[in-house]
């Protein structure tokens, strides 16, 4: 006998259209949970499994369907089983990469510090938020502060071009495919400081 395979029912790539989770079998449409909300219907599914004892293998649309729509994520709940849950981790919004995400399109992401309270330095921020903008041939990343970084893709090597909030020059670093890494300070060494409230008028700004 063909074992259960439980999908979740959507366009894949088209976040928001979702459908329902659906259990087959040998090809065939068994069960169907489709109120229009993710988290309920997966918990009736899982409560359908639990209750009949079945074995249930696990198509490849449950983990393209939190890829394509991050305001979901699975957690492991005390039974060892998979919960779809929404994502209320901080920063959760501005997930780089995201399928479908546009050219151009500005994403805040929130990046907190590696460090546990005891080990950052008592003035140090918990975390800042970055406004990542990526385009067809660049990307910028840039902090409420006045700092910012220009990556950009030059004859096969990586280039970032890395700004503060006192000068408009930047510190360009290359990373070659194949070589050593090449930092270059000749343009901010030579750079004129100002005050960091007028680093609106930088480059990007």
Do not use: C
């Not at 999908?7 to 069960?31: A, F, H, L, M, Q």
């Not at 089983?81 to 780089?96: A, N, Q």
């Amino acid at each position: 006998m063909s074992h259960f395979h439980v999908n979740i029912d959507y366009d894949e790539g088209k976040p928001g259209s979702y459908r329902g989770v659906v259990v087959t079998r040998g090809g065939r449409e068994e069960e169907r949970w489709s109120s229009g909300d993710p988290q309920a219907d997966w918990a009736a599914y899982l409560a359908w499994g639990k209750a009949g004892g079945q074995l249930v293998l696990e198509g490849s649309s449950i983990t393209h369907f939190v890829y394509d729509n991050p305001q979901w994520r699975f957690v492991e709940d005390a039974d060892g089983h998979e919960v779809l849950v929404p994502e209320d981790r901080p920063g959760w919004r501005g997930i780089i990469g995201r399928k479908g995400a546009p050219m151009g399109e500005k994403i805040t992401h929130e990046i907190e510090d590696w460090q546990d309270d005891h080990d950052r330095a008592p003035e140090a921020p918990r975390s800042i938020s970055l406004e990542i903008e990526r385009g067809a041939d660049r990307i910028d990343i840039s902090t409420a502060d006045g700092r910012k970084i220009w990556i950009e893709l030059e004859n096969g090597a990586v280039r970032l071009h890395v700004y503060d909030a006192r000068k408009d020059e930047p510190v360009n670093i290359t990373l070659p495919a194949d070589g050593e890494i090449t930092v270059d300070t000749s343009d901010y060494d030579l750079g004129e400081s100002h005050a960091p409230e007028d680093a609106s008028s930088g480059p990007g700004a």
